[in-house]
């Protein structure tokens, strides 16, 4: 029998102590959230429980495309893992989740919607310097001032606004009325509104702000608002629900203003309103999802089609989409070297054709798309671009 010596052992051994030391550096020096294998993205997002229709489609639209790309092997090499709190429509729950998220270890955050919750994470990331990428929401905030950590990918509301009060300057109307969350960015929602409506020639003669979940009585005393005010059309600043019902209400009472809205919710409104919501004019931030005209409208709906039989398409999944694709773009544009630093570096000067929609980002201005279109709902409840 041959006898091992300590002797003949310590070659190896002192081989395997520098390999351990070697992979404890590594390990030690490695980004925050990024593996070999995966790379781990942080989500707060406002789907309330399954109740907030749009957040629910956009989620959708996000993790259809994730893992349409994961299918395929990954972001050079690594897959997206997303991990994501439900911030239930609440700023305070949506910082606390944006906190929660860096401290557990992600790689960066992304994808929030709503403007109270995306105003609160646009915090946590300014405070704590992690990238956040793609907020599906409109407030100035987002772009203005400057945010170096904050990437959106849709246009902002304001050019929103501007676009359906141009439509209804030049089918006649003249006065306008805006329901907005009684927030610091709903009021500033509303200033952009007056800006807009001044520049065309027009005027706000009423502002409805709103807090929480407004119950019925608070309904009819907005109906009652608008009953007295007369304004000519009407805008609203998200709360897609609120305004569907303040809709239905406004229609039963007999009132002839013409209701516009933003993006938010757009094909869940109509969806609710039904025969009611013939002729009213949405703005939009991502093509039709339901033509073919554009290359990211097509692959949406071939990538859900190969996920489901019968997939229903909306707006929000699409957007979810688009938003989903920008990032694994920006995420391919860092190399396979990822670091936060690297990252933020190359989305600095940055232009991404995600099929017919352009997002762009430079030095100091991190504007994203500016896409926004209008639809009209027809008889049949069809969106008409």
Request: no cysteine; glycine share 10%.
């Amino acid at each position: 029998m041959t006898q091992t010596t300590p002797r003949m052992l310590r070659p190896r051994s002192l081989a395997g102590v520098l390999s351990g030391l070697l992979l404890a550096v590594a390990a030690h020096g490695a980004e925050v959230g990024v593996t070999d294998k995966e790379v781990l993205i942080g989500q707060n997002i406002t789907t309330q429980g399954g109740k907030n229709a749009y957040g629910v489609a956009a989620s959708q639209g996000m993790r259809l495309h994730f893992d349409a790309v994961n299918a395929a092997g990954g972001v050079n090499g690594r897959r997206i893992v997303l991990r994501t709190l439900d911030d239930d429509n609440k700023s305070a729950n949506a910082e606390a989740n944006a906190r929660k998220l860096v401290q557990d270890g992600v790689f960066m955050l992304f994808g929030s919607v709503e403007g109270g919750p995306s105003t609160a994470v646009v915090k946590v990331a300014a405070e704590l310097k992690v990238p956040f990428f793609g907020p599906m929401a409109g407030p100035p905030v987002l772009r203005r001032p400057h945010q170096p950590m904050v990437f959106p990918v849709r246009a902002e509301h304001r050019d929103e606004f501007r676009a359906l009060l141009t439509w209804g300057k030049n089918t006649g109307l003249s006065t306008v009325g805006f329901l907005h969350a009684d927030t610091d960015v709903g009021r500033t929602h509303l200033e952009n509104v007056r800006l807009a409506a001044t520049e065309l020639g027009m005027s706000v003669v009423l502002a409805l702000p709103f807090a929480g979940d407004p119950d019925a009585a608070q309904i009819d005393a907005m109906v009652k608002a608008i009953a007295d005010k007369k304004p000519d059309v009407m805008l609203n600043h998200g709360a897609s629900g609120l305004y569907a019902a303040l809709v239905q209400k406004s229609k039963a009472a007999g009132l002839k203003t013409t209701f516009m809205g933003v993006n938010s919710g757009s094909y869940q409104i109509a969806k609710s309103l039904g025969p009611l919501a013939q002729g009213m004019v949405f703005a939009q931030v991502v093509p039709s999802p339901w033509e073919r005209k554009r290359e990211i409208a097509r692959e949406y709906q071939d990538a859900a089609r190969r996920a489901a039989p019968d997939p229903e398409f909306s707006y929000g999944a699409l957007e979810g989409y688009m938003t989903a694709k920008a990032l694994v773009m920006a995420l391919r544009a860092a190399g396979r070297d990822l670091t936060r630093a690297g990252l933020l570096r190359s989305l600095e000067n940055a232009r991404f054709d995600l099929g017919g929609v352009v997002v762009r980002y430079g030095p100091g201005d991190h504007e994203g798309s500016r896409f926004v279109d209008l639809s009209m709902v027809s008889r049949e409840g069809r969106f008409i671009h």
